[in-house]
């Protein structure tokens, strides 16, 4: 949330806030999205949890970033417990009903 429209970005092992740029099914854009990332690996993989619609109750998700190919690739400087990303948006997909 906090590095919209910056490139190239770093992202922290941990929970993380997200804000939708456009709808995605129901949820409006500017809907907020709560998740986790982790940064083992030469990928992120950043799953959300729960999204936060303006003026709503939290709804509970389960939804993943991606870009191309379904990649985040992390940048070769990126240090332990970081990553450092090209772009600060991605995509995001529902991958299943919330159980």
Same mark, same amino acid.
């Given at each position: 949330?906090?590095? *919209?429209? *910056?490139?190239?970005?770093?992202?922290? &092992?941990?929970?993380?806030?997200?804000?939708?740029?456009?709808?995605?099914?129901?949820?409006?854009?500017?809907?907020?999205?709560?998740?986790? !990332?982790?940064? +083992? +690996?030469?990928?992120? !993989?950043?799953?959300?949890?729960?999204?936060?619609?303006?003026? &709503?109750?939290?709804?509970?998700?389960?939804? !993943?970033?991606?870009?191309?190919? +379904?990649?985040?690739?992390?940048?070769?400087?990126?240090?332990? +417990? *970081?990553?450092?990303?090209?772009?600060?948006?991605?995509? !995001?997909?529902?991958?299943?009903?919330?159980?």
């Amino acid at each position: 949330m906090n590095q *919209t429209s *910056t490139s190239p970005i770093t992202l922290y &092992e941990g929970p993380v806030e997200s804000m939708l740029n456009s709808s995605l099914g129901t949820l409006p854009g500017v809907t907020r999205l709560y998740g986790q !990332v982790w940064t +083992g +690996g030469p990928q992120v !993989v950043i799953r959300y949890f729960e999204a936060h619609p303006p003026d &709503e109750e939290p709804i509970p998700i389960c939804a !993943v970033a991606r870009l191309a190919a +379904g990649q985040l690739k992390k940048k070769p400087e990126s240090k332990p +417990g *970081t990553a450092i990303l090209e772009f600060s948006s991605a995509g !995001v997909y529902i991958v299943n009903a919330f159980r």
